[in-house]
């Protein structure tokens, strides 16, 4: 605990009085309490991080400041005055906006309209709305953050990136002083981070002050002037980036020192498991041939939206590919559905767990054996006790954090509930395992037990394709790693070959790579 | 949360289960109409009246339930039941037609083709709603039962069909249980099996939940949804089997409206619209439940229309008690943790 955090400091420039402070707040929510004599304070002009495992209150503090929760204890000051956020019209009046992870944006309407929607432009005083005054406003504030897109686009029709920006300047619209962003770069590429970035900083040199909540630590140390540690709800402390290394941070957020973040993969590369000749599917992509073995963790990397899911979903028989071949072990097979992919023998860890990957108000143990409940049947009906042994089984083997197997997984953290998918997968007794980005929204904890979950698979002979976007994954876990730009795969490097420049030109655009040697440099 | 599937341990006690809540609801339904009607309102003449509001009801509700569990709806099993009671009437055309028993093996396969022609509209155009597409086969499936019959109605069934099955009863224990309350009380113990401790019933319940996660885990659920809207078709022909015995005619109209009748008492047992939720017991406690409920209201007042009235009063409380429930514990714990913290 380095220093209290309503104390005013020195930003290196001036002295600034904090626009926002957070004084003493507790959050109680039955049987839990979410935030515990929280303190948080932010000055104009600054980018401040706000760093901590999954659970640990960031997005309840974040509800509490916009006014979707009322705190049950401390106070909240704005410009050194107390303020109470009764609701989130409330402190959208006083300048805070809130840009979230899952965004609420309206896909069937217009970019402008998603805009100034509750905060209309009308002819006048009267009850129409004024388009022309819309548009031109719209189009006036994404011209100011730099972007291209046209006011009249439907939102649905935007990358994640575009839309990203389309909140900030409905942020901008309402005059925000303080911007939360919350996990802004989840899912953007490294390149369409980058001009997140930049525009972030713009923002902040303009004087606005932004709340940064982000799981890459990269983000932290890219973009942050400080960064407070949160755990159980509690304050760890705040400290300018420069003071701190990742690995502190990282020991601060789990409170104790992760010693290996990346296991020591020592299996051998056995036979081949999965070859695939020629896959192409119109519009998404093209001739993709590679080869999977035994015992082996192969890497698939590149940009979001290179065609890296799809190809997975290819494989895993969710959609269907219009020409090419997939051979098994030699053997060559059609594949119509995920039913016949886990038949021959490949399972999908999917990319969204919530969505894809689990039956969230079911129990742990029910989850886990649904892919295989003809292993529970006696006498044609399912046993609850067999069920019962093997969610203990997995809950002991993966160490999944739960009370019991009964447990709904809901209420796990993302780390566990990621094991509890991985543990269904492993009852279906299929060798190859593709695993599309297996630690996205995993807290840092979890994330080192997953790659050992998954280093401890491929020394059993199971062959594991994992997609990833984080580079250091790749980097540290993969035998070989495959990069796709769009929608072609545009480099095979082996584990000698790998580095971060070769990883990063092979999935830029070709016309960009100029602008990526920038970015890694720079 | 109402705590109908899971135990959220938020609902205390005996409470915590719809079963329960319903269970406690009829017997406290049984005394209050008892008291006020202790000559006619008995147990003798609620099983009299259970042909009346349980059996086609109860038939329609059983294959409801698996089309809600899988998160669907299927709005025109009244008008399933319409046109293959139509199709048994004319075709057996008085003893003038077909044997009785074609012609009643006619009316299950209608009742087969048009669960069939609802499930292959669902799952090829998983765009449209199946409330709409349901819409639509409704409308069309009585239209069709009114192009065969215009206003006439056919009846004149085999006496064994209209007496025995309709109004026959065997003797058990000294009390007289109507035949055809035993042909449904005997489907329920099957269904238990076949939903809550078979492989395709889970699956049922996962697809319900989530079907894009269901799917993903190798769960055909597009074969789940055909299965539900086919057997949902059957079951509503089985009901209009009934309906003919104990009415010993068709008209076109027959069965209006008992679509909603069914998906109320479903609901009532423990179903969602949302999927994923659904109880056979709770389903069983649910039609007795209506039955008494609706028996005594109609010997009080006599009157049809204070029947759909105690329907949505009743899915009201039932639907709301669990959740006020929640809301007052939830309240109650927090308010703990207050005290313990001004203490402290």
């Known amino acids: 605990m380095t220093q209290q955090a309503h104390s005013t400091r020195t930003l290196g420039r001036e002295t600034v009085a904090p626009v926002l402070q957070v004084e003493h707040i507790s959050k109680l929510f039955p049987g839990i309490k979410a935030l515990d004599d929280v303190h948080f304070d932010l000055r104009p002009g600054e980018i401040h991080a706000l760093v901590g495992e999954n659970g640990a209150g960031k997005s309840t503090l974040i509800k509490v400041l916009t006014g979707v929760h009322q705190p049950d204890g401390g106070r909240i000051l704005m410009d050194g005055k107390p303020v109470v956020m009764t609701d989130p019209l409330v402190a959208r009046r006083h300048g805070i906006a809130a840009i979230y992870q899952h965004l609420a944006a309206y896909p069937h309407l217009s970019v402008a309209e998603n805009i100034f929607m509750c905060n209309e432009q009308r002819q006048g005083k009267g009850p129409f709305i004024s388009w022309r005054t819309t548009h031109r406003r719209a189009e006036e504030l994404l011209r100011s953050l730099g972007s291209t897109i046209s006011p009249g686009e439907l939102m649905g029709a935007l990358s994640v990136a575009q839309q990203q920006i389309a909140e900030i300047a409905k942020a901008l619209s309402q005059e925000a002083r303080v911007l939360i962003m919350d996990e802004p770069t989840a899912a953007l590429s490294r390149r369409e981070s980058e001009e997140l970035y930049n525009i972030v900083r713009r923002l902040r040199d303009q004087g606005t002050a932004i709340i940064l909540i982000s799981h890459r630590l990269e983000d932290t140390f890219t973009l942050a002037d400080r960064v407070s540690v949160l755990r159980d709800g509690r304050s760890i402390g705040t400290w300018q980036v420069e003071e701190v290394t990742a690995d502190t941070l990282v020991s601060h957020m789990v409170g104790r020192s992760i010693d290996q973040y990346y296991p020591n993969k020592s299996s051998q590369v056995g036979e081949e498991l999965l070859r695939v000749e020629g896959l192409s599917r119109t519009g998404f992509f093209g001739d993709i041939s590679f080869s999977l073995h035994a015992g082996e963790i192969l890497g698939l990397t590149g940009l979001v939206g290179a065609g890296r899911t799809e190809v997975v979903e290819a494989l895993c028989g969710v959609t269907c590919p219009d020409t090419g071949q997939i051979y098994l072990k030699g053997h060559p097979v059609t594949i119509h559905s995920p039913h016949d992919a886990l038949k021959q023998g490949i399972s999908l860890l999917p990319e969204d767990r919530q969505k894809q990957g689990l039956l969230l108000p079911w129990s742990i143990q029910h989850n886990i054996t649904l892919l295989r409940l003809d292993q529970h049947l006696k006498g044609g009906l399912l046993s609850y006790p067999s069920e019962c042994k093997v969610g203990e089984e997995y809950v002991r083997l993966l160490s999944i954090k739960a009370q019991t197997p009964q447990e709904p997984v809901e209420s796990l953290s993302g780390g566990n509930q990621q094991k509890v998918v991985i543990a269904k997968l492993l009852t279906a007794d299929a060798r190859i395992l593709i695993m599309d980005e297996p630690t996205k929204g995993v807290d840092v904890g979890s994330k080192a037990a997953i790659y050992q979950i998954m280093v401890d698979l491929a020394a059993q002979g199971y062959g594991i394709l994992m997609v990833s976007s984080e580079m250091p994954e790749v980097l540290n876990l993969c035998d070989r790693a495959l990069v796709m730009r769009s929608g072609r795969i545009s480099a095979m490097l082996r584990r000698q070959e790998f580095t971060p420049e070769k990883l990063l030109s092979a999935a830029l655009p070709l016309s960009a790579e100029r602008k990526g040697e920038e970015v890694l440099h720079g | ?344």
């Not at chain 2, 329960?20 to 609801?25: C, P, R």
């Not at chain 2, 109605?153 to 003797?171: I, N, Q, T």
């Not at chain 2, 809301?327 to 714990?333: D, E, I």
Request: aromatic share 10%; charged share 10%; hydrophobic share 55%.
């Open chain 2, 1 to 344: 949360m109402t705590g109908a599937q899971k135990p959220t341990g938020r609902i205390p006690g005996f409470l915590r289960r719809r079963e329960w809540l319903l269970a406690v609801l009829i017997v406290i339904v049984y005394f209050v109409f008892n008291s006020q009607l202790p000559e006619s309102y008995t147990v003798v003449n609620l099983l009299n009246q259970s042909r009346v509001y349980m059996v086609d009801v109860g038939f329609m509700a059983v294959g409801m339930l698996m089309v809600l569990i899988l998160g669907d709806i299927d709005i025109s099993v009244a008008s399933i039941a319409a046109l293959a009671s139509t199709v048994m009437a004319v075709t057996y055309n008085a003893g003038q037609g077909l044997p009785f028993l074609v012609s009643v093996g006619l009316m299950l396969l209608v009742g087969l083709v048009c669960g069939l022609i609802n499930g292959l509209l669902v799952t090829r155009f998983h765009e449209l709603f199946p409330m709409i597409i349901t819409l639509a086969t409704q409308t069309l499936y009585r239209g069709i039962a009114y192009i065969i019959l215009k206003d006439q109605s056919a009846g004149s069934f085999p006496s064994w069909f209209s007496k025995d099955l309709g109004y026959g009863s065997v003797r058990i224990l000294g009390v007289e249980v109507p035949l055809m309350l035993i042909c449904i009380l005997a489907v329920f113990p099957l269904y238990y099996l076949w939903i809550h401790r078979t492989a395709p019933g889970r699956r049922m319940f996962a697809a319900g939940t989530n079907i894009t996660a269901s799917r993903y885990s190798g769960v055909r659920t597009d074969r789940l949804k055909m299965t539900a809207f086919v057997f949902n078709g059957v079951m509503a022909a089985v009901a209009g089997i009934f309906l003919c015995s104990r009415t010993g005619s068709v008209k076109y109209t027959i069965a209006a409206g008992f679509e909603m009748q069914a998906i109320a008492v479903a609901i009532l047992g423990g179903a969602s619209t949302s999927g994923g939720r659904g109880s056979v017991v709770g389903l069983l406690l649910a039609l007795v439940l209506m039955t008494a409920l609706k028996n005594g209201l109609m010997l009080l007042y006599n009157d049809a229309f204070i029947l759909n009235l105690s329907i949505g009063l009743m899915l009201i409380l039932i639907v709301l008690v669990p959740n006020l429930w929640n809301m007052y514990r939830s309240m109650r714990t927090l308010r703990r943790q207050r005290l313990a913290i001004s203490k402290s």
